[in-house]
Antibody, heavy 123, light 110 residues
Framework: QVQLVESGGGVVQPGGSLRLSCAASGFTFSSYGMHWVRQAPGKGLEWVAF????????YYADSVKGRFTISRDNSKNTLYLQMNSLRVEDTAVYYC????????????????WGRGTTVTVSS | QSALTQPPSASGSPGQSVTISCTGT?????????VSWYQQHPGKAPKLMIYEVSKRPSGVPDRFSGSMSGNTASLTVSGLQAEDEADYYCSSYAGSNNLLFGGGTKLTVL
């Protein structure tokens, strides 16, 4: 079955770094754009980043631009999020999600979600 | 860019219909036919319920429907059931490869 499994979350101090991973299975990973979406405790969803199916284009929310980097390894069916210069306000559950459309070049909607991994930024 | 505007709460009795609104601008909701709706139960991942304004993914009951008028999109849940109680989020493509979410609406089945 189609599945996304995130890992790599944890507790980190402000200014620190963390790398999240998302292992995909059950679909042709290399044919779909992928997203990271986060949800702060008790808050709503916030789109973080999108990467095109072939990795050629990457787009970010203003709140993480210059600090976070999305990447993918299609040979390993894995999506990544490198998070640097972390702030307290980055504390959230981070979900990876699959773009609905085949070969989509823009972030539009997400039809498959992982269960999330929790990132806590605290001193 | 600001989040899309949703009412914080909505409610209805079993069997009734309820509509949740999602208001944006001509730069997002009103500018593209790319509005989606997600259902999230407590402690769970979001689930896509409606995409491209009014399309339903396979497996989503036809009790869920979407529409749009001007800068406001709407999700209607007909024949409310207890399991429909959840948080609902809209999202919209906002141009320049940006995606916006609404603040979320907590739907209570009375």
């Amino acid at each position: 079955q189609v599945q996304l499994v995130e890992s790599g979350g944890g507790v980190v101090q402000p200014g620190g770094s963390l790398r999240l991973s998302c292992a995909a299975s059950g679909f042709t990973f290399s044919s779909y754009g992928m997203h990271w979406v986060r949800q702060a405790p008790g808050k709503g969803l916030e789109w973080v980043a999108f990467i095109r199916y072939d990795g050629s284009n990457k787009y970010y929310a203003d709140s993480v631009k210059g600090r976070f980097t999305i990447s993918r390894d299609n040979s390993k069916n894995t999506l990544y999020l490198q998070m640097n210069s972390l702030r307290v306000e980055d504390t959230a559950v981070y979900y990876c999600a699959k773009e609905t459309g085949l070969y989509s070049s823009s972030p539009v909607d997400m039809d498959v979600w992982g269960r999330g991994t929790t990132v806590t930024v605290s001193s | 860019q600001s989040a899309l505007t949703q009412p914080p709460s909505a409610s209805g009795s079993p069997g009734q219909s309820v509509t949740i609104s999602c208001t944006g601008t001509t730069s997002d909701v009103g500018g593209y036919n790319y509005v989606s709706w997600y259902q999230q139960h407590p402690g769970k991942a979001p689930k896509l319920m409606i995409y491209e304004v009014s399309k339903r993914p396979s497996g989503v009951p036809d009790r869920f429907s979407g529409s749009m008028s001007g800068n406001t999109a709407s999700l209607t849940v007909s024949g409310l059931q207890a399991e429909d109680e959840a948080d609902y989020y809209c999202s919209s493509y906002a141009g320049s490869n940006n995606l916006l979410f609404g603040g979320g609406t907590k739907l209570t089945v009375l």
